[in-house]
């Protein structure tokens, strides 16, 4: 069955980069997109941006400055790296296949 | 970008009722290639991923309860619970797909009364 499941580090300090991996199962990543979406806590969601199945991204202007989106279709992975992280960049992190499938969400913490 | 705007930004109900909540639109989301509006709705509930519901503003996805209704069109967007369960106590949120960035109401809270 379709299943994405986050990693990372729970824990990043300010200014530093995030390094997060989603890794699929029951599917393929050059037939579907994949999204990541986070969500700060208590509060809403902010789409963050997409590598689609054909391998092109897009990002949300806000954060594509410092935001990169890439994948490993061998590994069946996709990975997220953020640079410059601030406070306000802590909550949960998810990935998604075309917002149907969801992973689990991994939280990050920006802090010293 | 486009902006979501939902309101109410809470809502309390009582199980049974008929619950509406709304989503704006700063921009058409009808796409004029096919008639279709790129809208979708999605359930949260503490703890766990968001859950879509509704896409293309009206279609519930596969082993949703028929009492989620999605309706509109253009700009204006509503979800309509016909018959509120307790279960169905989440927060509620509509995203565009019709341009990236891809972007999110802040979301509807039902709440039990």
Known sequence: QVQLKESGPGLVQPSQTLSLTCTVSGFSLTSYNVHWVRQPPGKGLEWMGVIWSGGNTDYNSALKPRLSISRDTSK??????????????????????????????VMVTVSS | DIVMTQTPSSQAVSAGEKVTMSCKSSQSLLYSGDQ???????????????????????????????????????????????????????????QQHYSYPYTFGAGTKLELK
């Open chain 1, 76 to 105: 069946s992975q996709v990975f997220l790296t953020m640079n410059s992280l601030q406070t306000e960049d802590t909550g949960i992190y998810y990935c998604n296949r075309n917002s149907v499938y969801w992973g689990q969400g």
């Open chain 2, 36 to 94: 279709k509006n790129y809208l979708a709705w999605y359930q949260q509930k503490p703890g766990q991923s968001p859950k879509l519901l509704i896409y293309l503003a009206s279609t519930r996805e596969s082993g949703v309860p028929d009492r989620f209704i999605g309706s509109g069109s253009g700009t204006d967007f509503t979800l309509t619970i016909s018959s509120v369960q307790a279960e169905d106590l989440a927060d509620y949120y509509c």
